[in-house]
Every structure is written in C-alpha cells, then in structure tokens.
C-alpha cells in the first residue's frame, strides 16, 4: 500500500486508513437479537367509502396512541387515497401483524393489509434499540 500524502484531505493515506477503522470500530451496529426493527405495512383501503367510514375516528385514534407509545413512527394515506402505510417500531413481524391486526379499520373490515416488511434504515434514523415497545 502506498503511504504518500493524500493532497486532498491532509493527512497521508495510512493515517486516513487507521482513522476510518478507528470510526468503523467506534460505529456499532445493535445486534440482530437486541435490536428493535422497523416494519412497512401497506393497508389496502375498502372502495366503499361507507365500510370504512365507521372505523375512520378509531383508526385513527388508535395510531396516534401507538405514536405516542413509540410503537407508530409514521402512518399515511397515499395521495389517490386507496392505500397508505403504516411505519411500525417492534420487535419482530409477528409483533407487527398483532399491531395491524388490532387498528380499528383492520378489525372492522374498512382495510386490509399486506405482511409487514422489515425495513432496514440504514440512513436518516437512529439505530432502533428495545427501548421501543415490543409488545402490543
């Protein structure tokens, strides 16, 4: 390996090597049995408005208490309305679908929904860590 001095940053190619795995070292990643994930659940809104009108008000009730639990991150309706997703803080899937399975609109057949998908952020979100709920 060549140690000349990197123009760029300063410092000669050896030091920038040993500093970034300093950083690499100092960046730890929680464990996939200690950690909290994220999961990704698309609800697929009833086309008569009248079967999910009677849940709307739950629904959204019910999200926003799991928000303030920590257990919701973020829950929308896509623009055209026929859909939205639901961004879940849990443990595992299993704890996801119990978590669907238990809004409102869900449990009163205004919405369905696809499996949950585990959602790997890798930028933007600090590392998920049980102090997240883990149980609904």
Known sequence: MNFDVDEEIGTTKREHADRACVIGALVKRP???????????????EQDPARRAHALDAHVEYL???????TVIAAGAVHDGDFGYVLIRCDSIRTATVIAE????????????????EWVVDIGLPPMTETAATNP
């Open 31 to 45: 464990s996939k049995r200690d950690a909290v994930g994220l999961y990704l659940v698309r609800y697929r809104y």
């Open 64 to 70: 926003k208490r799991e928000a303030e639990r920590g």
């Open 102 to 117: 238990a809004d409102p609109v869900i449990a009163l057949g205004g919405a369905s929904f696809d499996a949950p998908l």
